[in-house]
């Protein structure tokens, strides 16, 4: 690629897309435009076509985010607990032929099976499954308590409309 010339990616007319990311610090999600590379493109440099709204684009991201997220999340969670059981079986079976006539050594020759890798079965590490559809939810409850409660408050604002 010659300097200055931009890629391909980045051309006019090349497809852009909305992602949805989780302000994990408090409630509520970002839209942000990638293009085909995943790299951030400028708002203002998107276009968006007859066949959907900018609204639209929306949910359908936060629709596709949880769709996947449900799936990544639950694969995790499954390999875990999996996981753990088999460590718990065999510990199980280990520890009842142990009883009935094995030896240490025999006993310990069968941790070799995992590599000799102490697994320890740590809850913390399931991961808890984060939806767009609840974070919009949280974000819909504050936009609501934010008109309440100022719909009880004095306006203080003044408008030019208010000198005349």
């Known amino acids: 690629m010659l300097p200055g010339k931009p890629r391909a990616a980045r051309v006019g007319g090349q497809p852009a897309f909305i992602k949805p990311n989780v302000n994990w610090d ?4 970002v839209f942000n435009w990638c293009d085909q590379n995943g790299s951030g493109v400028s708002a203002k440099d998107v276009r968006i076509g007859d ?16 769709a996947s997220e449900a799936a ?19 510990r199980s079976v280990a520890a009842g032929q142990s009883s009935v006539g094995a030896t240490a050594s025999q006993a310990s020759g069968r941790t070799a099976a995992f590599g000799g890798v102490s697994i320890v079965e740590d809850h913390r590490q399931l991961v808890e499954l984060v939806q767009i559809s609840r974070l919009m939810d949280n974000v819909l409850k504050i936009a609501n308590d934010m008109k309440i409660i100022s719909a009880s408050r004095p306006n203080t604002f003044v408008s030019l409309e208010d000198d005349e």
């Not at 408090?26 to 999600?29: E, I, N, S, W």
């Not at 999340?73 to 718990?88: D, F, T």
């Open 72 to 90: 990544r999340v639950g694969e995790h969670n499954l390999s875990l607990v999996v996981c753990w059981a088999r460590v718990r079986l065999y």
């Open 26 to 29: 408090g409630d509520g999600v």
């Open 51 to 66: 066949t959907m709204s900018l609204q639209q684009a929306r949910v359908e991201a936060g629709i596709n985010w949880d």
